[in-house]
């Protein structure tokens, strides 16, 4: 059982669209994580949420970060070819002694055609 | 300011063989972590190291181990290797919060 669940799994969109990842979870985080990944490199972290309700804007990224911290999500507006890519929901879980472990999720392949 | 580096970039070995593998964290970055990432999957929490020692650990065999030197910088081994150890390890750095990846180390197993 995956405790972040990510969808969709796939998602081939036309440059110009917009697209909505969610991340959903029973367990409530202290803080979640969004971050992107091309293939062969690490994750580059693009934005941290901690505050139940939070907006974050990243140029045509919208994060949000849900009233009880269960869950969130990523909006991208007017999507491009260079939004390709994996993007990867993470958290750290609220209480015991998590010491900043992250748990992720699957995972969302992006694929924005021209 | 140079981020978190892995060392190496890829490396091939068979199976039964010993590999480590290098992390130097972000500068000011104290803590390191180690994940590990199958094609296709998100990644999964090794361990992390605090100073120099294992402070937390994710459910990983005992083949996995790890060490943290006094200039923060980190190695994972991995024993006796098995084909399914094949994967992307990634490293991360932070420092009371957020944690920035280095690039990660492709390990191919035969």
């Known amino acids: 059982t995956q405790l972040l669940e990510q969808s969709p799994q796939f998602l081939s969109i036309q440059e110009g669209e917009n697209l909505t990842v969610y991340c959903n979870s029973s367990?409530?985080?202290?803080?979640l994580q969004w971050y992107r990944q091309e293939p062969g490199e690490g994750p580059v972290l693009l934005v941290t949420v901690v505050t139940g309700g939070e907006v974050k804007k990243l140029k045509r990224l919208t994060f949000q970060f849900g009233d009880a911290r269960k869950d969130s999500s990523l909006h991208i507006t007017a999507a491009q070819p260079g939004d390709t890519g994996l993007y990867l929901c993470?958290?750290?879980?609220?209480?015991?002694?998590?010491?900043?472990?992250?748990?992720f999720g699957q995972g969302t392949i992006l694929t924005v055609h021209p | 300011d140079a981020g978190v580096t892995q060392s190496p970039t890829h490396l091939i070995k068979t199976r039964g063989q010993q590999v480590t593998l290098r992390c130097s964290p972000k500068s000011g970055h104290d803590t390191v972590s180690w994940y590990q990432q199958a094609l296709g999957q998100g990644p999964q929490f090794i361990f992390q190291?605090?100073?120099?020692?294992?402070?937390q650990r994710g459910n990983f065999p005992d083949r996995f181990s790890g060490h943290q030197f006094p200039n923060y910088s980190s190695e994972l081994n991995v024993n006796a290797l098995l084909l399914g150890d094949s994967a992307l390890y990634l490293c991360?750095?932070?420092?009371?919060?957020?944690?920035?990846f280095g690039p990660g180390t492709r390990l191919t197993v035969l």
């Open positions: 190291y605090y100073e120099e020692e294992e402070r």
């Open positions: 993470a958290g750290v879980r609220a209480g015991g002694t998590s010491y900043g472990k992250l748990t």
């Open positions: 367990s409530v985080f202290s803080s």
């Open positions: 991360a750095s932070s420092f009371l919060g957020t944690q920035y």
